[in-house]
């Protein structure tokens, strides 16, 4: 005859694995499989900022902008607002600016549009250096910043215009690329 006291640790272990199976099963995550919709952003951020840092621990660059976003399955970064101060040697090399910008995280470049400014500070009694567009890109791999549309450049009370720009910051070098008109002031 079987007594009752002696299935009932039989049974527990039964009952506890039983339960253990179903946890298991309710606990794991399963993606739905459900395509996001290419057409809306994946997230959006706000106050969006980042830094990115030398090998020495100083600043390098830093990317801010009132509303960020990004399709889903895209490189692409939008932003809203945007501003890219570029530094050397932890001073600032130059800032970048535009009402509407976008920022490739694969190939690091930054096009920025719609009012878009350029500013270089002045170095060594030198005055700052402004330009003024519809559009500039950024590479922030080569440190170069472009234009090939019309642009407005003021150095201190000197004012350029020309079709296009190209600065490279690693030779300091400003250049005009074609049409060029100058009101030089002393």
């Known amino acids: 005859m079987i007594r009752p006291h002696r299935l009932f640790p039989i049974a527990l272990v039964g009952l506890m694995a039983m339960l ?23 997230y959006t951020v706000d106050d969006f900022s980042a830094t990115r840092f030398d090998a020495q621990g100083r600043i390098q660059e830093r990317l801010v902008a009132k509303q960020g976003w990004q399709f889903p399955k895209q490189p692409d970064l939008h932003l809203r607002e945007a501003v890219l101060d570029s530094y050397q040697a932890g001073a600032l090399a130059y800032r970048a600016a535009g009402a509407i910008a976008r920022y490739n995280r694969q190939d690091g ?9 350029f500013f270089k500070p002045g170095a060594a009694g ?61």
């Open 20 to 42: 253990a199976f179903w946890l298991d099963q309710i606990s794991r995550w399963s993606p739905s499989g459900k395509e996001l919709d290419p057409s809306r952003p994946e």
């Open 109 to 117: 470049i930054a096009f920025l549009e719609q009012k878009a400014h």
């Open 126 to 186: 030198q005055p700052d250096t402004h330009v003024y567009g519809s559009r500039i890109t950024i590479n922030t791999r080569t440190r170069v910043a472009s234009a090939k549309t019309p642009v407005e450049i003021h150095y201190g009370e000197s004012i350029a215009n020309a079709i296009g720009f190209e600065y490279q910051q690693q030779k300091g070098l400003l250049r005009l690329l074609s049409h060029a008109r100058v009101k030089y002031v002393q």
